[in-house]
């Protein structure tokens, strides 16, 4: 459809033979088309993550956008296991008492106070009186 379609990086008229589509709705041409953030090109061997109407590369849209470690504040690779308390994620090897610094493993017992993890051992009293060692809840 050249000399139809309106590019979305800059509004002109598309009248270029080859034109890129990004998503079913946006059409840029070829030049147009950059990352918002480094100015990188992005065609068919680089891929393109939108966000309000603005293209990304993936490096700058992961860290721009991406869910960070809440210890180290590091973003996440695909490959990394993560360990979860509420709405915060952590690396592994984050996932630490704040006071002792231990590693908390699964199955291991913590507290959350503010963005601080603390183990059973420092997060003082439970409910159900003061730091009482009987078994653990599953």
Known sequence: RPGLALCAGCGGRI??????????????????LKCAECGQPLDETCTCFLRDGKAYCKRDYSRLFGIKCAQCRAAFSSSDLVMRARDHVYHLECFRCAACGRQLLPGDQFCLRERDLLCRADHGPTPDGP??????SP
Request: glycine share 4%; proline share 12%; with cysteine.
């Open 131 to 136: 730091n009482t060692h009987g078994p653990r």
């Open 15 to 32: 009248q270029d033979p080859f034109l890129l589509r990004v998503s079913p709705d946006l059409e840029w041409h070829v030049a147009c």
